[in-house]
């Protein structure tokens, strides 16, 4: 009974991390530029917290989950750490490049996608130091014109890996409805509820600092790809 109820509890935060992504929808309109294309688009997108009824969940749903939801943590991993490149030292960008390398060589697809939700918390936390000293808004128009393209690229891949958050948000809470009406399931509950978090950051984020950066970018002339369904995402040559 105690093993169950700790479940539960773990499943009730995964919900209130979800709630905080529906919230983040309602903020898109907000923005300009790139954010507000998303913003659009994800009006036309299925809300995460609507249309959501459970259903019945095999491993291949939550295999298919788990592993776009990992690819995800990789794009919008690789997305801030490019934006922190183009405005890093050279020994800054060969630590960038190091810990790149180290977590593709990672061959646990578990272990590789925990680590690519680390390097967001990390170049997030630089991106935000960036934009509240002032020096990004100060450095951005002097950028030459590989990094103001690198930098234009990795707001796109941001913007596509925020529409995947939206609708990898809505299977995550189907997942986990399917599972509260069966207590058994919840066993199984474990690396969906791991993925949670890092969907609901990027949903929360696009139209928090991120929205910043595409505003400094528009204001530097950056030129910033809109986002459409059958957009792809680029390499980022970090």
Same mark, same amino acid.
């Given at each position: 009974?105690?093993?169950?109820?700790?479940?539960?509890?773990?499943?009730c935060a995964a919900g209130a991390c979800l709630l905080a992504m529906n919230a983040a929808h309602a903020q898109l309109s907000a923005?300009?530029?790139?954010?507000?294309?998303?913003g659009g688009m994800l009006g036309k997108a299925v809300n995460p917290m609507a249309g959501a009824d459970a259903y019945d969940v095999?491993?291949?749903?939550?295999?298919?989950?788990?592993?776009?939801?990992?690819?995800?943590?990789?794009?919008?991993?690789?997305?801030?750490?490019?934006?922190?490149?183009?405005?890093?030292?050279?020994?800054?960008?060969?630590?960038?490049?190091?810990?790149?390398?180290?977590?593709?060589?990672?061959?646990?697809?578990?272990?590789?996608?925990?680590?690519?939700?680390?390097?967001?918390?990390?170049?997030?936390?630089?991106?935000?130091?960036?934009?509240?000293?002032?020096?990004?808004?100060?450095?951005?128009?002097?950028?030459?014109?590989?990094?103001?393209?690198?930098?234009?690229?990795?707001?796109?891949?941001?913007?596509?890996?925020?529409?995947?958050? =939206?609708?990898?948000?809505?299977?995550?809470?189907?997942?986990?409805?399917?599972?509260?009406?069966?207590?058994?399931?919840? =066993?199984?509950?474990?690396?969906?509820?791991?993925?949670?978090?890092?969907?609901?950051?990027?949903?929360?984020?696009?139209?928090?600092?991120?929205?910043?950066?595409?505003?400094?970018?528009?204001?530097?002339?950056?030129?910033?790809?809109?986002?459409? =369904?059958?957009?792809?995402?680029?390499?980022?040559? =970090?």
């Open positions: 009974m105690t093993r169950i109820s700790s479940k539960l509890v773990s499943m923005l300009g530029g790139l954010a507000s294309s998303l095999d491993a291949n749903h939550i295999d298919t989950f788990v592993r776009k939801s990992a690819e995800l943590s990789e794009i919008a991993g690789r997305s801030v750490t490019a934006i922190n490149a183009a405005f890093a030292s050279e020994e800054q960008l060969m630590a960038k490049r190091a810990a790149l390398a180290a977590i593709a060589a990672v061959t646990d697809p578990k272990d590789r996608a925990a680590r690519y939700r680390a390097l967001y918390d990390l170049e997030a936390s630089e991106t935000k130091r960036l934009i509240d000293s002032g020096g990004m808004e100060k450095r951005m128009a002097a950028l030459d014109g590989e990094k103001k393209k690198l930098i234009g690229q990795a707001l796109l891949n941001f913007a596509i890996g925020a529409l995947q958050a =939206v609708e990898l948000g809505r299977q995550g809470k189907s997942i986990a409805a399917s599972s509260a009406m069966n207590p058994v399931e919840l =066993v199984r509950l474990t690396p969906v509820k791991d993925a949670i978090p890092m969907l609901a950051k990027v949903a929360i984020d696009v139209s928090g600092f991120m929205g910043t950066v595409v505003k400094l970018a528009k204001s530097a002339d950056i030129a910033v790809p809109k986002v459409g =369904v059958d957009s792809k995402a680029v390499a980022l040559n =970090v």
